[in-house]
T-cell receptor, first 115, second 116 residues
Framework: AQSVTQLDSQVPVFEEAPVELRCNYS??????LFWYVQYPNQGLQLLLK????STLVKGINGFEAEFNKSQTSFHLRKPSVHISDTAEYFC?????????????WGAGTKLIIKP | DTGVSQNPRHKITKRGQNVTFRCDPI?????LYWYRQTLGQGPEFLTY????????KSRLLSDRFSAERPKGSFSTLEIQRTEQGDSAMYLC??????????????FGSGTRLTVV
């Protein structure tokens, strides 16, 4: 069975500091990997995705993530965070099901930016 | 097209009452998904439609839950005899006929249900 683990429920960081949000997955099949962001009282917005090719993926708002197959990880990074990055971040894997693909989600990591 | 629209945004109901939520997907998207998100958790898959056909149902979807997409456009999710454990954010997403892993899912803002 596929699963996604986000190791930190909350990550506090000072404004303009770098941040890494960790994500590990387990799967017996090849998967596609995603990071979504959820601002308060809003839906989920795609930050970036890994489908194939280069293991370093760049997304919106200055975020990037690196796919590491041997460690089954897909950690999200940003070199300098801004107060507007305060949100909850979800890692997800897309796995094939009978007629489509299904998203399996991590529990989320709240990014708290300290001024 | 303004994206995926969900109504209402918030719903407070008494235990035992029935509630119905609506999702209007992006017009050219033939695939529609319902997820449930409880506090401190990621979304959990509930059910999936391709056009009007309900192709997948999670075991989380008890007999009190029913979803429809009668004309392959908007969808409704009904919960009968609500329980406090049903309190959650209910998210709807849609995707195009092409591989959603490549072409993406679009999420609505959700309906937050509180059962008192």
């Amino acid at each position: 069975a596929q699963s996604v683990t986000q190791l930190d429920s909350q990550v506090p960081v000072f404004e303009e500091a770098p941040v890494e949000l960790r994500c590990n997955y387990s799967s017996s099949v090849s998967v596609y990997l995603f990071w979504y962001v959820q601002y308060p009282n809003q839906g989920l917005q795609l930050l970036l995705k890994y489908l194939s090719g280069s293991t370093l993926v760049k997304g919106i708002n200055g975020f990037e993530a690196e796919f590491n197959k041997s460690q089954t990880s897909f950690h999200l990074r940003k070199p300098s965070v801004h107060i507007s990055d305060t949100a909850e971040y979800f890692c997800a894997v897309s796995v094939p099901m009978d007629s489509n693909y299904q998203l399996i989600w991590g529990a989320g990591t709240k990014l708290i930016i300290k001024p | 097209d303004t994206g995926v629209s969900q109504n209402p945004r918030h719903k407070i109901t008494k235990r035992g009452q029935n509630v119905t939520f609506r999702c209007d997907p992006i017009s050219e998207h033939n695939r529609l998904y319902w997820y449930r998100q409880t506090l401190g958790q990621g979304p959990e898959f509930l059910t999936y439609f391709q056009n009007e056909a309900q192709l997948e149902k999670s075991r989380l979807l008890s007999d009190r839950f029913s979803a429809e997409r009668p004309k392959g456009s908007f969808s409704t999710l009904e919960i009968q005899r609500t329980e406090q454990g049903d309190s959650a954010m209910y998210l709807c997403a849609s995707s195009s006929p092409r591989n959603p892993a490549v072409y993406g899912y679009t999420f609505g803002s959700g309906t937050r249900l509180t059962v008192v």
